[in-house]
């Protein structure tokens, strides 16, 4: 029987049959898609985050660099071309729910911009305060301000609700009107109520129509 010959020092052993072929060395394989979308996600959860920081003063500036990446990365996927029909559905909810946040985002910036440079010019009457602790009273219609000093309220304890402030409002109005058939009240009353370490939003009717 002839002798196994050994190996030249230095020579490569031959990979198994079937096993994947090794990366160069140097080079990182890209992450599945998957997992890019999830970063995605939380990338987008993240900016919403901030941007709420921002407009209840704990960011000093809004948060541009994340705003950009997640745009960039936005259209690096898309540039992919997904063709699995479950990947391609949530690249698209996420797309669409990161332009939601920007329009709203940009409209709000626009705003405060806009009413500081009025208050530059001229003494504009002082905004009415609302403290969503003690209560904040809704008659036939919802007033913007207060609905957001609710939300915003939320947005300050970390409870805040998983949607935009408008969609908020929305929600603000069809649960005044469903109480005021209900009950026959002419108002209602919204107030954050702190139960087991936990912001709650409690809704009670006041003044009886015709009263």
């Known amino acids: 029987m002839e002798p196994k010959r050994a190996s030249k020092p ?3 052993s031959a990979a198994p049959k ?3 072929a090794a990366q160069p060395a140097g080079r990182r394989a890209a992450p599945p ?3 890019t979308l999830d970063q995605l996600g939380r990338d987008i ?13 704990g960011l000093p500036t809004p948060p541009e660099e994340l705003r950009i990446r997640v745009q960039a990365q936005i259209r690096n996927l898309r540039n992919l071309n997904v063709t699995s029909a479950v990947d391609n559905f949530r690249l698209g909810d996420m797309e669409a729910r990161f332009n939601s946040y920007n329009e709203l985002f940009n409209r709000r910036i626009r705003e405060r911009e806009e009413g500081r440079h009025h208050a530059a010019r001229t003494t504009a009457p002082e905004k009415p305060q609302y403290d969503p602790m003690t209560g904040i009273v809704f008659g036939s219609r919802i007033d913007p301000q207060a609905a957001e000093a609710l939300y915003q309220g939320l947005a ?6 998983k949607f935009d402030l408008d969609s908020f409002q929305n929600y603000l109005a069809r649960q005044a009107a ?13 107030r954050l109520a702190l139960e087991e370490g936990k912001l709650k939003l409690k809704a009670r009717p006041l003044t009886a129509k015709g009263s």
Do not use: H, S, W
């Open 10 to 12: 230095g020579a490569a």
């Open 18 to 20: 079937g096993a994947p």
């Open 33 to 35: 898609l998957q997992e």
């Open 45 to 57: 959860r993240q900016l919403q985050i901030d941007f709420e920081r921002f407009f209840n003063g």
């Open 156 to 161: 300050r304890q970390g409870d805040g609700p």
């Open 178 to 190: 469903a109480l005021r058939e209900k009950t026959g009240c002419a108002e209602v009353q919204f």
